[in-house]
């Protein structure tokens, strides 16, 4: 096993800003389902946090989470070509390519670097910029999956509409299963790809 090494100040202010929801990388533009199942009246105020627990532990974006993390051991290629497999639609194809260049674009003004604009998925662009860049696998992987527990809580605090400190709370209490989902995640292989969360697929559609 690989020494875990620790992240440096300037690696974990560039972190901080990489992985939030208010980057500018179009995030705002998508919610991987969640604006229609609202619109749907399949998530509530009493939905929410399952919703997103869901998603990171046996959903698309634990399919993400995976693909980031497998940034730190394979090749960028073959896991781009493998993420892109693996968009269930149209839309989701679309997210998740235009929030890759996005991030490739963004994140080179920190690397100062020409940005990089070929197709490729999100968490394989922000996974593969964080390794090279010398940021520790399991503390972006926290940060990975804060920031979309923190931007699918946004969106529900505009479309439910959901208060602030509900929005807080929401995001308080997925704390711990953040932690687990990363332990796990760390610990995963590509074998590990997988889901069970339709709806939020056909609602990403």
């Known amino acids: 096993m690989a020494p875990i090494m620790a992240t440096d100040a300037a690696q974990l202010l560039m972190l901080f800003n990489w992985m939030s929801p208010t980057f500018p990388i179009g995030g705002f533009a998508y919610s991987h389902g969640l604006e229609q199942a609202i619109a749907d009246g399949l998530v509530s105020q009493a939905d929410l946090q399952s919703w997103v627990s869901d998603l990171i532990q046996s959903g698309s974006a634990w ?6 993390s497998r940034c730190w051991h394979d090749e960028t290629p073959r ?3 493998l993420a892109l497999a693996l968009c269930g639609s149209t839309e989701r194809y679309s997210e998740t390519t235009q929030l890759g260049r996005n991030f490739t674009i963004a994140a080179s003004v920190w690397l100062g670097t020409p940005a990089n604009e070929t197709e490729i998925a999100y968490p394989v662009a922000a996974g593969s910029i964080c390794a090279t860049s010398g940021i520790e696998q399991n503390q972006a992987l926290l940060a990975f999956l804060q920031g979309f527990c923190a931007a699918q809580i946004s969106v529900a605090v505009r479309l439910i509409p959901l208060g602030q400190t509900k929005g807080l709370e929401v995001l308080r209490d997925l704390s711990p299963i953040i932690v687990s989902a990363a332990t796990r995640v760390a610990q995963a292989t590509l074998s590990d790809l997988g889901g069970n969360c339709f709806i939020a697929e056909i609602a990403a559609m």
């Open 79 to 81: 896991l781009n070509e």
């Open 63 to 68: 399919n993400d989470a995976v693909l980031f």
